[in-house]
């Protein structure tokens, strides 16, 4: 079974995909995990990545492919695979089908602005040990303070709402397009995120069985 997962930044992907290799035991593809990879492991597409990389460029789409298909020719994506961060814009998705990577269904993780951007602006960390923390889903015993070492509890930049708005303003123009791209192929599941991650966990499984 080859999936991709799609949503919002701050949409729970990442909890999904740790929740879908536990069940189906199949292999979720990070592409900036795979790209360090490969660049490590002096691939093909790793060397020609590490020369985009290194002049401070993105790496261009058909390099990103290739590294995507050399990952998914290795053993454990025999039965399948979890493509989590790619394809993020139309142009990637298309290229994706023409090198012949098929894909059985695609999930989107649908949440409301207003709820990322509470889930993730209302995210507090340690300065100290780095234990995170949240105002209304994960208070800590004493406002501002860590409970495991006394430390100051911080909002990082990456948390700030203003931050947060920009990269959904960046997804909706970007990456949501790849809804309508997917339906159209007939493979795309929506599921409604909930206040309780198991039970858009349960709403997640039952898409990939139906």
Same mark, same amino acid.
């Not at 360090?36 to 590490?50: H, V």
């Not at 997917?182 to 599941?189: A, P, R, T, V």
């Given at each position: 079974? =080859?999936?991709?997962?799609?949503?919002?930044?701050?949409?729970?992907?990442? +909890?999904?995909?740790?929740?879908?290799?536990?069940?189906?035991?199949?292999?979720?593809?990070? +592409?900036?995990?795979? *790209?360090?990879?490969? *660049?490590? =492991?002096? +691939? @093909?597409?790793?060397?020609?990545?590490?020369?985009? +990389? /290194?002049?401070?460029?993105? %790496?261009? &789409?058909?390099? !990103? *492919?290739?590294?995507?298909?050399?990952?998914?020719? /290795?053993?454990?994506?025999?039965?399948?695979?979890?493509?989590?961060? #790619?394809?993020?814009?139309?142009?990637?998705?298309?290229?994706?089908?023409?090198? $012949? !990577? =098929?894909?059985?269904? !695609?999930? =989107?993780?649908? %949440?409301?602005? /207003?709820?990322?951007?509470?889930?993730?602006?209302?995210?507090?960390?340690?300065?100290?040990?780095?234990?995170?923390?949240?105002?209304?889903?994960?208070?800590?015993?004493?406002? $501002?303070?860590?409970?495991?070492? $006394?430390?100051?509890?911080?909002?990082?930049?990456?948390? @700030?709402?203003?931050?947060?708005?920009?990269?959904? &303003?960046?997804?909706?123009?970007?990456? @949501?397009?790849?809804?309508? #791209?997917?339906?159209?192929?007939? *493979?795309?599941?929506?599921?409604? $995120?909930?206040?309780?991650?198991?039970?858009?966990?349960?709403? !997640? #499984?039952?898409?990939?069985?139906?």
């Amino acid at each position: 079974m =080859n999936l991709i997962l799609l949503g919002a930044p701050g949409a729970g992907k990442g +909890t999904q995909a740790e929740k879908i290799v536990e069940k189906y035991n199949i292999p979720a593809i990070s +592409t900036g995990n795979i *790209i360090r990879a490969a *660049i490590k =492991n002096s +691939t @093909e597409m790793g060397l020609k990545a590490k020369s985009f +990389t /290194e002049s401070g460029q993105l %790496v261009p &789409d058909d390099v !990103v *492919i290739g590294i995507i298909k050399e990952r998914l020719a /290795e053993n454990d994506c025999q039965a399948g695979f979890i493509l989590d961060g #790619f394809p993020r814009t139309i142009p990637q998705a298309q290229a994706l089908k023409d090198m $012949g !990577v =098929n894909i059985d269904k !695609v999930i =989107n993780i649908e %949440v409301d602005d /207003e709820t990322v951007i509470n889930r993730i602006s209302g995210r507090r960390v340690c300065a100290k040990c780095s234990n995170s923390y949240h105002l209304i889903y994960k208070k800590p015993k004493l406002d $501002g303070v860590c409970d495991s070492c $006394g430390g100051e509890l911080v909002q990082r930049k990456d948390d @700030e709402s203003a931050t947060v708005k920009a990269r959904l &303003d960046e997804y909706h123009r970007l990456t @949501e397009p790849l809804k309508d #791209f997917y339906s159209k192929e007939g *493979i795309l599941k929506t599921v409604y $995120g909930q206040e309780k991650v198991s039970d858009t966990t349960a709403l !997640v #499984f039952q898409a990939i069985d139906e």
